[in-house]
């Protein structure tokens, strides 16, 4: 319980800071996507029934802050959760410089998905070799930021975790 | 089979995911929305954090200034030094009062000419992903925001609400590739779509290779989509190129407006119906 309120909280700061203060980086149109980060963590490391229901509210929320039509992000969240949760049957990140390759294959599949539902259920033009100088960029930056959020991510969990712990 | 659902819960929890995600989609399609029940909720929730956050920006970034502003008075004695200090962060508040009322008062004179109803509206927040143009006005339903409203600058076109909560309302901006302004180039008339794109910016769509465009053309809004008034600058072509082939030209804008340095817009009433003023 106290971890999923850790974990929910988590979503609800980043997802603030994705609107706000993250825009003030000079970085352009792109906004470093922690809350992917944070969704590529908990499928690897926490994958629970509560994790996939939080990790389609976080998707939703972004939807609710940034797209014109709901559901895109939660979407693709999920489909990063399913693939991540899968993919940590086969790999285990002990070390948190390892997640950054894992993020970046993680945003691509986040990237591929926008563009799958874009192709087959909206009208767009002008994808083609934007819409992959958007996912290039979009994966480095949440590659880069990965290292130092899985750390914490990983300290907060142990925090929660024995304070659970009987004495 | 109860033990299958129970070993595989994640799996199957996370694909019902998904799935629930296309069914939410799925309207979209047909050019329709489902009703968002969370939405409002949590733009509720966040709306005092993200004016917070924004209030706490604006106010580092005025001390900021006035230190930045003070550091080459070292040589003055301490009292003088603390009068500079007071009287710099003076300065820098009345010239940040003076920018927000030349600002305000800009605003004030494009209202006079826009359509009735028009209401004055503040940025509260961006988009929290690279893939989308959007962001957050402080403005909402409750103060006679419509979802389809209009939003514009003196400067130019901003874009157009695409969902409204009693107190927000989100903004798709003119640079996300899902957006459209019926526009023409004010010398030769040349009607076509300004829409974003992920590849070079803003293109002017389904311009015919017969119609006169050129670089360098003022580009309007032409009413005829019903959003936007008549007569607003949208920007000006910034490349135009006939291919061999194909039935339309491919234009390139420069847009007037650049949307993520927008503070304060005009939310512009155009239908005779949401009048209110």
Known sequence: MKLSLLFLSVGFILVLLQTTLLHLLPLGPFVPDLALVLCVYLGLNHPTVGAVVGIFVLGYSVDVFSSPVLGLNAFAMSLVFLTAYLSSRCIWIHNPLLSAPVVFFASWVKGASLMMVWTLFLTMDGLGIGGLKYAFFDAILAAILAPGMFALLKRGQSYVEELRMPL | ?277
């Open chain 2, 1 to 277: 089979m109860i033990s299958f659902f129970r070993r595989n819960q994640v799996l199957l929890s996370a694909f019902l995911s998904v799935l629930f995600s296309l069914y939410i989609i799925a309207p979209a399609a047909k050019g329709r929305l489902r009703a968002d029940p969370i939405g409002p909720l949590l733009m509720a929730l966040m709306r005092p954090l993200q004016a917070g956050i924004r209030a706490t920006i604006l106010e580092t970034k005025r001390v900021y200034e006035g230190y930045v502003a003070l550091r080459s008075v070292s040589t003055e004695n301490e009292k003088l030094k603390a009068r500079i200090v007071e009287l710099e962060a003076e300065t820098s508040r009345l010239l940040e009062v003076e920018s927000t009322d030349r600002r305000l008062r800009e605003l004030m004179e494009f209202r006079s000419g826009l359509p009735p109803g028009s209401i004055t509206a503040s940025v509260i927040g961006n988009s929290a992903s690279t893939w989308f143009h959007s962001f957050i006005l402080d403005k909402g339903k409750a103060d006679g925001v419509e979802k389809g409203m209009a939003v514009v600058s003196p400067l130019g076109v901003v874009g157009q609400v695409v969902s409204v909560t009693s107190k927000n309302a989100k903004v798709l901006l003119i640079t996300d590739p899902h957006s459209g302004v019926d526009a023409m180039a004010q010398r030769s008339r040349a009607r076509g779509i300004v829409a974003g794109s992920l590849e070079n910016g803003p293109i002017m769509k389904y311009v015919k290779r017969s119609e006169d465009i050129q670089e360098g053309d003022r580009l309007i809004t032409s009413g005829l989509d019903g959003i936007f008034p008549k007569g607003l600058l949208v920007g000006s072509a910034s490349t135009v190129r006939k291919k061999s082939f194909g039935l339309f030209q491919y234009v390139e804008v420069a847009l007037a407006v650049d949307p993520s340095r927008t503070e304060e817009v005009m939310v512009v009433n155009t239908g005779p119906a949401q009048a209110k003023d």
